[in-house]
């Protein structure tokens, strides 16, 4: 039987890996942290799923926790998730969404010469690690050139991904653009304006504190994100995968459509405020992929566009509260 351990379980992307994995009968451990509040619900969900407590700044415990599960996939998906945290926290930034990763790899490798068996490894990277880039649409030659903590600590772990693939690791660094759902959580705008375009449609007034309207996005549908993680830990060599849709849409046209699905109607203006606190010090003004070699290689494709992710999320928060209503 196929054993994965997910770092970042209680996550989106984690979320819907477990559920994935659980349907096609792979047995799957996750790492949790201590005090994570999502661990009760998951393990509730999901009694089957093997969760380990401990802390990705505890190097030791990382590699014995890779030693003991013994997995054949490893993906993490652990670290600090946000962009916006990560100007708070530089330096926890590099710790988990950097060395963790690093951590983890030189464990699957060590598992990998103890075992005599192929350990693939699936490093979540991130779009972000391009900062301002030269040209659109970034691939995976685009230069890396981060101009934020998030991205420079993934950065980091991404270039680790390409240094034990080099020696002889089955790594695959997946660079995956902005994906969302009902899962999201609101510290992502798109989950932001879904939850308040909800919330403006029960009660027929209010409206959304934004920051800039005018950032362009390649926003995906997360389960798509991790089919082609899944793809990319099982084709035959590592690699480095641009995961991206190739469209893009800016934050104020988000808004637009939640508010239209949300049944608000067409005056959008009338529910978004600019709130200079929430603009960052440094933003990129577009980022979109080109995932031609994910296609080409994994024969992986974008299967839900960007008016039904926004319809699914904003139906998903109306029938929130109607729940609690
Ligand atoms: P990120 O790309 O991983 O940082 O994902 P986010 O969803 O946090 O941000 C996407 C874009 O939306 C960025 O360009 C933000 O500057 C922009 N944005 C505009 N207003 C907001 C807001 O109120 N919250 C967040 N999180 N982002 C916002």
Not at 31 to 38: E, K, M, R
Not at 193 to 215: E, F, H, K, V, Y
Request: net charge negative; hydrophobic share 40%.
């Amino acid at each position: 039987m196929t054993r994965v351990l997910i770092t970042g379980i209680t996550g989106q992307d984690g979320g819907y890996l477990t559920e994935r994995m659980l349907a096609e009968g792979t047995e799957v451990h996750g790492l949790v942290h201590y005090g994570d509040s999502a661990t009760a619900s998951l393990a509730a969900a999901y009694p089957e799923v093997h969760l380990h407590a401990g802390d990705l700044a505890d190097h030791a415990g990382l590699a014995r926790l890779v030693r003991n599960v013994a997995p054949d996939e490893l993906y993490n998906f652990a670290g600090i998730s946000s962009v916006a945290f990560s100007w708070q926290e530089p330096i926890l930034t590099a710790e988990l969404s950097g060395v963790a990763a690093a951590v983890l790899m030189q464990s699957a490798f060590e598992l990998q010469e103890r075992d005599g068996r192929r350990v693939a490894c699936v490093q979540a990277s991130s779009s972000e690690m391009f900062g301002e880039a030269d040209h659109s649409p970034q691939d995976e030659s685009t230069p890396v050139r981060p101009v934020s903590p998030y991205g420079a600590a993934k950065a980091y772990a991404h270039h680790m991904a390409g240094v034990y693939r080099g020696k002889g690791l089955h790594v695959a660094g997946c660079i995956l653009f902005n994906h969302e759902s009902p899962r999201r959580p609101d510290t992502f705008v798109t989950r932001k304006i879904t939850a308040a375009a909800a919330q403006i449609a029960r009660d027929g007034s209010g409206s959304i504190r934004l920051g800039n309207l005018d950032a362009r996005r390649d926003w995906g549908w997360a389960p798509d994100y991790v089919d082609a993680m899944v793809r990319a830990a099982r084709h035959e060599a590592g690699g480095d995968f641009v995961i991206a849709t190739g469209t893009t849409h800016t934050v104020a046209e988000f808004a637009q459509a939640a508010l239209r699905h949300a049944g608000v109607g067409d005056a959008w203006h009338d529910h978004v405020e600019v709130d200079q606190e929430l603009l960052r010090p440094v933003d990129a003004t577009v980022m979109v992929g080109d995932a031609s070699k994910a296609r080409r290689e994994l024969g992986w494709r974008p299967t839900v566009g960007f008016a039904e992710i926004v319809g699914r999320m904003v139906d998903h928060d109306m029938q929130l509260l109607r729940a609690g209503s």
